[in-house]
């Protein structure tokens, strides 16, 4: 059973960081291209990047909001995706969701999802 | 980037009703079109992907069509668990990117 567990969530000063971690389980990591979505409260879903696989090059790609301060990692062998959030907005503020990129469906889609973790960014 | 632009924002219907949601892509996107459906407290689930195949698991009264910039997600016979919102994504390059979601509520 794919089982995505995120963790890490919290308040934060604007302009602080934070690190949200994504454990994976259930299927074989190091293949899987992964993605975070974020989910502002009372708002639509928002794509924040994605991460390939190191097979395919272990390249990154964000959406335009977040490129420069929040950075997608992997670990392959703890099977655990990473999101570094640095300089963090009031505008950061979601649930945060982590999801296999494409696990069993081509071509890509968010196939599986965490439960989500909330980042608050408030003074 | 490539804007999605999903109508209407909000439906109310009945159990039984034939339910229909649009979604137009700035631009041409082939058939990388998905659709999530997300219930209040949960996070979204895959009902359709490339436009037109169904997630495993999920109910045959969902369908998705079109191609190109204009798409659709059909509930054929709206069913109790049904009510939530609708969500398209386009998969064709990145940043990826969702409309702007449909809530089917109860008429």
């Known amino acids: 059973e794919v089982q995505l567990v995120e963790s890490g969530g919290g308040l934060v000063k604007p302009g602080g960081s934070l690190r949200l971690s994504c454990a994976a389980s259930?299927?074989?990591?190091?293949?899987?291209?992964m993605s975070w979505v974020r989910q502002a409260p009372g708002k639509g879903l928002e794509w924040v990047g994605r991460?390939?696989?190191?097979?395919?090059?272990?390249?990154?790609d964000y959406a335009a909001p977040v490129k420069g301060r929040l950075t997608i990692s992997r670990d392959d062998s703890k099977t655990t995706l990473y999101l570094q959030m640095n300089s963090l907005k009031t505008e950061d503020t979601a649930v945060y969701y982590c999801?296999?990129?494409?696990?069993?469906?081509?071509?890509?889609?968010?196939?599986?999802w965490g439960q989500g973790t909330l980042v608050t960014v408030s003074s | 980037d490539i804007q999605m632009t999903q109508s209407p924002s909000s439906l109310s219907a009945s159990v039984g009703d034939r339910v229909t949601i649009t979604c137009r892509a700035s631009?041409?996107?082939?058939?990388?079109l998905n659709w999530y459906q997300q219930k209040p407290g949960k996070a979204p689930n895959l009902l359709i992907y490339?436009?037109?195949s169904l997630q495993s698991g999920v109910p045959s009264r969902f369908s998705g069509s079109g191609s190109g910039t204009d798409f659709t997600l059909t509930i054929s016979s709206l069913q109790p668990e049904d009510f939530a919102t609708y969500y398209c994504?386009?998969?064709?390059?990145?940043?990826?990117?969702f409309g702007g979601g449909t809530k089917v509520e109860s008429k």
């Open positions: 994504q386009q998969s064709y390059s990145t940043p990826l990117t």
């Open positions: 490339a436009a037109s």
């Open positions: 259930g299927f074989t990591f190091s293949n899987a291209w």
């Open positions: 991460i390939k696989s190191k097979t395919d090059g272990g390249t990154t």
């Open positions: 999801t296999t990129d494409g696990l069993v469906v081509v071509p890509p889609a968010c196939d599986y």
């Open positions: 631009q041409t996107i082939s058939s990388y």
